[in-house]
């Protein structure tokens, strides 16, 4: 197969897993699903048999570069590229695609979120191979997920007539990109099997993808041409660190493949799961028989269906509550109804608000 | 007014506070209602006004006597009687007495449990004043609370007729002691107005209730007189340590006041409130507009009646929650609806069932 990249998107946040994440240990470096590994330890393992070390960028805001290198020693230092600001991803996959672009313009990358979780890993890598082989022809390809329930905190990609190609069938037309549904259409789509969610993977030869910029977001094509020219790294870091605040901000969703003409999907399902908040946690979670996730030494009476973590050598005691949310750490605490769960950024913002940061 | 000597009781072991009360530190030495002031702390300062120092005597658990000294430091550190085993309070009282009879066998000791929570500071010095001159025509005399609602959680003191005494009124014969009643018979006590709360509070001479236990408890009896017979305090300590677990396990108010002859009781409303649990804790803690009384840093997003208690420098977040108490220290944390706080003895019964000690 022709060179691939991975390019790893790494720039969550993490407000909606307050309290365990924070400011500088956003999301992606919290082990929620695996006990021992990271969401984006756990990304980068997944496609060590497809990708080579050398070739696997993982692109993080310039705060948590720090952390992203110790996360993932085995990558060379320089395949982590800091944001100097919060720019949204379109920015961040021209900045990947001038990397790779630079050291051979017809690799292929995949585009990867660091955070979702994967069930079903033999099955994720067979697809990932497939949509790279289908980008390499020169498209812009999507993987789309079968949908399993009438999900409406997703968009949806409407499939369009199969295409052939040299790798074979599996390959369609994206029709169209839908917003996040609300539930009566979810239910619809989910009826109607020529809807997929939007997994947010992309895959696309870095030539192909910078043409589309050229089109759609010309201040970034610039940008990222400007960028492969530069002599050397320290040179180019400056480069970026000048312009890097001024330029559109923008998805790589609205920005690019909403507009592009030729968007292909390939359909699959792996188990895959935008580990979003809490409840999401609580769902991925093994469970006791009265349906509680237990991340913590715990003392339960009564207690169900309740999603509850702390750190080593804290005890917690549930006496006769059920659905709830409870994430202990050392300095701050979170209790709520697994169906609140959306409501953590209020918290956030109270703190925000009331000069609280220590506690972010 | 005769010599008045204060037994403050201070035994509690403290399940029904968990976390925040531990068996080394018990809820007597918590801070419950008010902020800077433990429970016994208050109780002594209550009373300063009515008994000298060197005339307070707090009976304790051996391994509750330093922190009690520590508490107290004004007390004569031979004031805090350490019990060697726990054997109820009849025992602990013919013990005091024994002290008391040592120094003056006339003297009126006023019994008080070291926890309750005192509204009204005024009314209640003045019923220990007057309960006290009662005890001293010889009598065993008992203070009676009117009742405010039909709390099943109290026993019940059945008024008799109105005494003639040196005091002038409002002292009555008490007809008799009624055990915890159900709800529906606790709302009768209330309508009737002849039914009072037990309070816990006693009051007699030494010699008086020294009779009492020759008549009806002679191995404590026998235990007290041998004990005011030693030679030296650290002969007597031996003396006590020897015998204390062999003595009979049972209440003053089951051995003694229920079966002596000449009980009175003098009737009072003084904001007493024994503070038997977590629930109680929120009934007295001042509360803001939602009716949440913290006391913790906090973020409460539409949370409604709970009671929030953590360490300094620990934020409690709370969403869309009703009606929980949350407790957090160092290495323990306990979420149960208010009304659930009985069952806080499940939890330490199940950390004392698997061998979980360090958290007790």
């Known amino acids: 197969m022709q060179d691939v990249y991975a390019v790893i998107m790494a720039g969550g946040s993490g407000t909606r897993f307050w309290p365990l994440s924070r400011r500088v240990w956003p999301k992606q470096f919290l082990s929620l699903a695996e ?7 756990a990304t980068v393992r997944r496609i060590r048999g497809l990708v080579p070390s050398e070739r696997i960028l993982v692109v993080t805001s310039e705060r948590h570069s720090g952390a992203t290198r110790q996360q993932l020693p085995d990558l060379p230092p320089e395949n982590v590229l800091a944001e100097p600001a919060a720019r949204n991803t379109a920015p961040c996959v021209a900045w990947a695609a001038a990397h790779v672009s630079a050291r051979n313009p017809n690799a292929v990358m995949m585009v990867l ?6 069930g079903d890993e033999a099955a994720y890598r067979e697809l990932l191979t497939r949509a790279s082989a289908a980008a390499a022809e020169g498209g812009l390809v999507t993987i789309g997920v079968t949908p399993t329930r009438p ?6 990609i409407e499939l369009g007539d199969q295409v052939q190609t040299e790798v074979g069938g599996g390959v369609y037309k994206v029709q169209r990109f839908v917003e996040k549904p609300d539930l009566e259409r979810a239910r619809e789509f989910v009826q109607d099997k020529r809807f997929l969610w939007n997994s947010g993977m992309f895959f696309f030869r870095a030539d192909k993808v910078l043409e589309e910029y050229q089109r759609h977001l010309p201040d970034l094509h610039a940008f990222a041409v400007g960028y492969r020219d530069q002599a050397t790294a320290s040179v180019a870091q400056s480069y970026v660190i000048a312009r890097y ?52 030494e715990a003392s339960l009476v009564e207690a169900k269906n309740c999603y509850v973590r702390a750190n080593a050598g804290k005890l917690v005691a549930l006496i006769g ?24 950024r209020r918290v956030v913002d109270d703190l925000t608000k009331r000069d609280a940061k220590k506690y972010l």
């Open 321 to 344: 509550v059920e659905d709830l949310v409870v994430v202990d750490t050392e300095d701050a605490l979170l209790i709520m109804p697994r169906e609140r769960a959306q409501d953590v």
């Open 113 to 118: 979120p660091a955070d979702p979780h994967i």
């Open 245 to 296: 605040a001024e330029l559109t901000s923008i998805s790589i969703d609205h920005g690019i493949m909403e507009k592009a003409q030729d968007v292909r999907v390939v359909p699959g399902a792996f188990g895959w799961y935008d580990i979003g908040s809490w409840t999401t946690a609580w769902e991925l979670a093994s469970k006791d028989a009265d349906g509680n996730a237990v991340l913590a």
């Open 35 to 41: 006990q021992n590994e990271s969401l984006l330890q």
């Open 151 to 156: 999900e409406t905190g997703y968009g949806y």
